[in-house]
C-alpha cells in the first residue's frame, strides 16, 4: 500500500490517464484511458483500508468498494468483479460517469488527509470491461419462471436496472420506450466522450439475450395508455425520467432563437451511433456558441461544440465556480479542452438580427453575504453589462417533469410533478404501479437512478410474494 522511502512512508501517486485536449478535441470517444492491469492493481493498493468506508458510505449503491479494491489489488479481478456485482447492475457505467469527486472519491480517506484519493471509478470500471472481456458477465438465467409480468416504462438506467433485477427472480418483463434504442441518457444524452454507446449497449443486449422484451418506438399516453397497461401487466413500473427542458425567459427569445441542450446532443449522439444526418439536426461547426448553465448538460454542450469545430464556445453561469452544479472534474475537462467560462455572468436579453441570434447581453453578478444558514445569494453588479456574441446559444437550465399524469388522473404528483411513492416501497397512489429514478427524484444522477430500480424491483418481488402468501393463507 505504503513505499518506505529513506525511513518515511509515502503512498503511491494517484494515476488516470485522459488523452490530451488536442487529441480530445478530435473524436468522441471517452477520453480516460483504461489503465493496464498493472496500474489498477497498484491503484487498488493504495486503498489503506482505514476501517470506516468513507467511500461506500458516500456511494449511493453502497457499493463494498474496500473488499473489491484488495481483491483487484491481490490480482484476483474475477472474485473483485463478484463483489461488485452484488450491489450494482451496471458498475462499468458508474465507474466512468459517476461524478466521484461528490461521491466515492470526495470522501476517500486519502483524500481527506492531503493525498489523492484512490481512482475507485476508474478500477471499477477497469473491471467490468475485465469480466465483459473475459465472460465473467453471467447471462439472466432465472432458477424457476414465474407467471407474473412487469410492465416497465423509460429503458433508461432506473428501467433497465429494475428490468435486471426482476427478471433474474424469473419475472415475466416487458420495457417500454418511445425511443428507437434502449437506454435513456445513457444513450441519447450522455455524449460518447464520456461513456461509448457499445458499453450501454452490451448491457441492453444482455438483458435481451436473458428474456426480457423490449418494446421500442411507444410513447405511453401516446401509442398505448397507463390504464391498457395496467391491464396487460400485474404491475407498471413508471421510470421515464424528466424531459421538460426549463426555457430562458429574457427579451429577445424568439420560438427559434435558443437550441435545447438535449436535443443538440441527441442530434450528435445518432451521428455517432451511426444514423443518417436528418435534416434540422443542429452543429456547430465554425460557429461561436454560447451555452446557458452549469450543470452536467452544460457541460456535455460546450464540450460537444469543441469537438464539432465550433469557431468558440462561451459557458455563461449565473453562480461562481464553487456553486455550479456540475462535476468540478467536468469543468476542468471543458476548460483544458478550450472553453471559456463567464463565472457570475446571468443572461439578460438574446440579441439578433432578423431572425438569426448574434449574442447574449448578460448582467455580471455578485454573491452577498449568507444569512445564517442560507446560501449566499446572487444581485447584479450595476453597469457592468456585456455582451458575448453569438451564433448559437444552448440553453441547458435543467430539466422538469412533462405532463404525464394527465392520462391517469389518479396519480399522485408532488407539486414539482415529480412522481409521489412511499420513500421505502416506491408504491405509487395507483395500485400495482410503482415508480423510480429521475421521474421520482428530479433530475438527477444515474447511479441514483440504478440504485432506485435495483429497490423498488426488489419491492416489485416482495408485494408479489406477499400477494401470493396471502391468496394462499
Ligand atoms: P432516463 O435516463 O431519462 O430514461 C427514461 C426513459 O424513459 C427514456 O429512454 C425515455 O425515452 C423514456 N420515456 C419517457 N417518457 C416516456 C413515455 N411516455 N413512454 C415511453 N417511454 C418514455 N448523471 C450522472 O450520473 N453522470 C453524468 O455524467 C450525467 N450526465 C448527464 C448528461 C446529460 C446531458 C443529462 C441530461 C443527464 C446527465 N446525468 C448524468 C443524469 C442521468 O442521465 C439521469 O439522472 C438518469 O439517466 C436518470 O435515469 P432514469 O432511468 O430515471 O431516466
Ligand atoms: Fe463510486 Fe459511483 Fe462506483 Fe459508487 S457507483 S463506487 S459512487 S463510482
Same mark, same amino acid.
Given at each position: 500500500?505504503?513505499?518506505?522511502?529513506?525511513?518515511?512512508?509515502?503512498?503511491?501517486?494517484?494515476?488516470?490517464?485522459?488523452?490530451?485536449?488536442?487529441?480530445?478535441?478530435?473524436?468522441?470517444?471517452?477520453?480516460?484511458?483504461?489503465?493496464?492491469?498493472?496500474?489498477?492493481?497498484?491503484?487498488?493498493?493504495?486503498?489503506?483500508?482505514?476501517?470506516?468506508?468513507?467511500?461506500?458510505?458516500?456511494?449511493?449503491?453502497?457499493?463494498?468498494?474496500?473488499?473489491?479494491?484488495?481483491?483487484?489489488?491481490?490480482?484476483?479481478?474475477?472474485?473483485?468483479?463478484?463483489?461488485?456485482?452484488?450491489?450494482?447492475?451496471?458498475?462499468?457505467?458508474?465507474?466512468?460517469?459517476?461524478?466521484?469527486?461528490?461521491?466515492?472519491?470526495?470522501?476517500?480517506?486519502?483524500?481527506?488527509?492531503?493525498?489523492?484519493?484512490?481512482?475507485?471509478?476508474?478500477?471499477?470500471?477497469?473491471?467490468?470491461?475485465?469480466?465483459?472481456?473475459?465472460?465473467?458477465?453471467?447471462?439472466?438465467?432465472?432458477?424457476?419462471?414465474?407467471?407474473?409480468?412487469?410492465?416497465?416504462?423509460?429503458?433508461?438506467?432506473?428501467?433497465?436496472?429494475?428490468?435486471?433485477?426482476?427478471?433474474?427472480?424469473?419475472?415475466?418483463?416487458?420495457?417500454?420506450?418511445?425511443?428507437?434504442?434502449?437506454?435513456?441518457?445513457?444513450?441519447?444524452?450522455?455524449?460518447?466522450?464520456?461513456?461509448?454507446?457499445?458499453?450501454?449497449?452490451?448491457?441492453?443486449?444482455?438483458?435481451?439475450?436473458?428474456?426480457?422484451?423490449?418494446?421500442?418506438?411507444?410513447?405511453?399516453?401516446?401509442?398505448?395508455?397507463?390504464?391498457?397497461?395496467?391491464?396487460?401487466?400485474?404491475?407498471?413500473?413508471?421510470?421515464?425520467?424528466?424531459?421538460?427542458?426549463?426555457?430562458?425567459?429574457?427579451?429577445?427569445?424568439?420560438?427559434?432563437?435558443?437550441?435545447?441542450?438535449?436535443?443538440?446532443?441527441?442530434?450528435?449522439?445518432?451521428?455517432?451511433?451511426?444514423?443518417?444526418?436528418?435534416?434540422?439536426?443542429?452543429?456547430?461547426?465554425?460557429?461561436?456558441?454560447?451555452?446557458?448553465? =452549469?450543470?452536467?448538460? +452544460?457541460? *456535455?454542450? $460546450? !464540450?460537444? /461544440?469543441?469537438?464539432?469545430?465550433? #469557431?468558440?464556445?462561451?459557458?455563461?453561469?449565473?453562480?461562481?465556480?464553487?456553486?455550479?452544479?456540475?462535476?468540478?472534474?467536468?469543468?476542468?475537462?471543458?476548460?483544458?479542452?478550450?472553453?471559456?467560462?463567464?463565472?457570475?455572468?446571468?443572461?439578460?436579453?438574446?440579441?439578433?438580427?432578423?431572425?438569426?441570434?448574434?449574442?447574449?447581453?448578460?448582467?455580471?453578478?455578485?454573491?452577498?453575504?449568507?444569512?445564517?444558514?442560507?446560501?449566499?445569494?446572487?444581485?447584479?453588479?450595476?453597469?457592468?453589462?456585456?455582451?458575448?456574441?453569438?451564433?448559437?446559444?444552448?440553453?441547458?437550465?435543467?430539466?422538469?417533469?412533462?405532463?404525464?399524469?394527465?392520462?391517469?388522473?389518479?396519480?399522485?404528483?408532488?407539486?414539482?410533478?415529480?412522481?409521489?411513492?412511499?420513500?421505502?416501497?416506491?408504491?405509487?397512489?395507483?395500485? =400495482?404501479?410503482?415508480? +423510480?429514478? *429521475?421521474? $421520482? !427524484?428530479? /433530475?438527477?444522477?444515474?447511479?441514483? #437512478?440504478?440504485?432506485?430500480?435495483?429497490?423498488?424491483?426488489?419491492?416489485?418481488?416482495?408485494?408479489?410474494?406477499?400477494?401470493?402468501?396471502?391468496?394462499?393463507?
Amino acid at each position: 500500500k505504503t513505499l518506505k522511502q529513506g525511513g518515511t512512508f509515502v503512498v503511491e501517486p494517484r494515476r488516470l490517464s485522459k488523452a490530451s485536449a488536442e487529441l480530445r478535441a478530435r473524436g468522441f470517444g471517452e477520453i480516460t484511458i483504461p489503465p493496464s492491469t498493472e496500474t489498477a492493481e497498484k491503484q487498488a493498493s493504495r486503498c489503506t483500508d482505514c476501517g470506516v468506508p468513507f467511500c461506500q458510505n458516500a456511494c449511493p449503491l453502497q457499493n463494498n468498494i474496500p473488499d473489491w479494491l484488495r481483491l483487484s489489488a491481490e490480482n484476483e479481478p474475477r472474485e473483485a468483479w463478484r463483489v461488485a456485482s452484488l450491489t450494482s447492475t451496471m458498475p462499468e457505467i458508474c465507474g466512468r460517469i459517476c461524478p466521484q469527486d461528490r461521491l466515492c472519491e470526495g470522501s476517500c480517506t486519502l483524500n481527506q488527509s492531503g493525498w489523492d484519493a484512490v481512482t475507485i471509478g476508474s478500477v471499477e470500471a477497469w473491471l467490468g470491461d475485465q469480466a465483459f472481456a473475459n465472460g465473467w458477465v453471467e447471462p439472466i438465467r432465472p432458477a424457476a419462471e414465474r407467471g407474473e409480468t412487469v410492465g416497465i416504462v423509460g429503458a433508461g438506467p432506473a428501467g433497465l436496472a429494475a428490468a435486471d433485477r426482476l427478471r433474474s427472480e424469473g419475472y415475466q418483463v416487458v420495457v417500454y420506450d418511445r425511443h428507437d434504442r434502449a437506454g435513456g441518457l445513457l444513450i441519447y444524452g450522455i455524449p460518447g466522450f464520456k461513456l461509448e454507446k457499445h458499453v450501454v449497449q452490451r448491457r441492453v443486449d444482455r438483458l435481451i439475450d436473458g428474456g426480457v422484451q423490449f418494446v421500442l418506438g411507444c410513447e405511453v399516453g401516446k401509442d398505448v395508455t397507463l390504464t391498457e397497461l395496467r391491464d396487460r401487466h400485474d404491475v407498471v413500473l413508471l421510470a421515464m425520467g424528466v424531459y421538460q427542458p426549463r426555457i430562458l425567459s429574457a427579451p429577445g427569445r424568439g420560438p427559434d432563437s435558443t437550441v435545447a441542450a438535449l436535443s443538440y446532443l441527441t442530434h450528435q449522439n445518432r451521428r455517432d451511433l451511426g444514423d443518417a444526418e436528418q435534416d434540422g439536426w443542429h452543429e456547430a461547426r465554425g460557429k461561436r456558441v454560447v451555452v446557458i448553465g =452549469g450543470g452536467d448538460t +452544460a457541460m *456535455d454542450c $460546450v !464540450r460537444t /461544440a469543441v469537438r464539432q469545430g465550433a #469557431a468558440s464556445v462561451t459557458c455563461l453561469y449565473r453562480r461562481d465556480r464553487e456553486n455550479m452544479p456540475g462535476s468540478a472534474r467536468e469543468v476542468v475537462n471543458a476548460e483544458e479542452e478550450g472553453v471559456v467560462f463567464e463565472w457570475l455572468a446571468a443572461p439578460k436579453a438574446l440579441l439578433s438580427q432578423g431572425d438569426q441570434v448574434t449574442g447574449v447581453r448578460a448582467a455580471r453578478m455578485q454573491l452577498t453575504e449568507a444569512a445564517p444558514g442560507q446560501r449566499r445569494d446572487i444581485v447584479p453588479v450595476p453597469g457592468a453589462d456585456f455582451d458575448v456574441p453569438a451564433d448559437i446559444v444552448i440553453e441547458a437550465l435543467g430539466f422538469s417533469p412533462e405532463p404525464f399524469a394527465a392520462h391517469e388522473p389518479d396519480l399522485r404528483l408532488r407539486d414539482d410533478g415529480t412522481i409521489k411513492v412511499g420513500s421505502v416501497s416506491f408504491a405509487t397512489s395507483l395500485p =400495482g404501479v410503482f415508480a +423510480a429514478g *429521475d421521474a $421520482v !427524484r428530479g /433530475a438527477s444522477l444515474v447511479v441514483w #437512478a440504478v440504485r432506485e430500480g435495483q429497490d423498488a424491483a426488489a419491492e416489485i418481488d416482495r408485494y408479489f410474494k406477499t400477494r401470493t402468501e396471502e391468496v394462499a393463507a
